[in-house]
Nanobody, 121 residues
Framework: QVQLVESGGGLGQAGGSLRLSCAASGRIFSINDMGWYRQAPGKQRELVARISSGYSTNYVDSVKDRFTISRDNSKNTVYLQMDSLKPEDTAVYYC???????????????WGQGTQVTVSS
């Protein structure tokens, strides 16, 4: 029904930048919150940043002032600009979207397949 396709991961250097994108497609009436999560080896998945349909944002403390989340509602796409990268940012990054399939439905959570981000020191 709904697919989230991520792009933009890869290898970055400490102090450098990477930009992630995630496009939602399929049977979508509207999207409420969109977000990025990450999971490092041996650790639990954690919220990195979220953005509401009204563009309110929140970030985990470890990425504040370094990462910026944004969205283009006309394209059902969310972005994560990652600056001043650190080796501890290395993880698989997953996008998430809270999707309403119809005007009358509740929201459903959808996830991307994940994209690897590796930061070398």
């Amino acid at each position: 029904q709904v697919q989230l396709v991520e792009s933009g991961g890869g290898l970055g250097q400490a102090g450098g930048s990477l930009r992630l994108s995630c496009a939602a497609s399929g049977r979508i009436f509207s999207i409420n919150d969109m977000g990025w999560y990450r999971q490092a080896p041996g650790k639990q998945r954690e919220l990195v940043a979220r953005i509401s349909s009204g563009y309110s944002t929140n970030y985990v403390d470890s990425v504040k002032d370094r990462f910026t989340i944004s969205r283009d509602n006309s394209k059902n796409t969310v972005y994560l600009q990652m600056d001043s990268l650190k080796p501890e940012d290395t993880a698989v990054y997953y996008c998430n979207a809270q999707v309403m399939l119809t005007r009358y439905s509740t929201t459903n959570d959808y996830w991307g397949q994940g994209t690897q981000v590796t930061v070398s020191s």
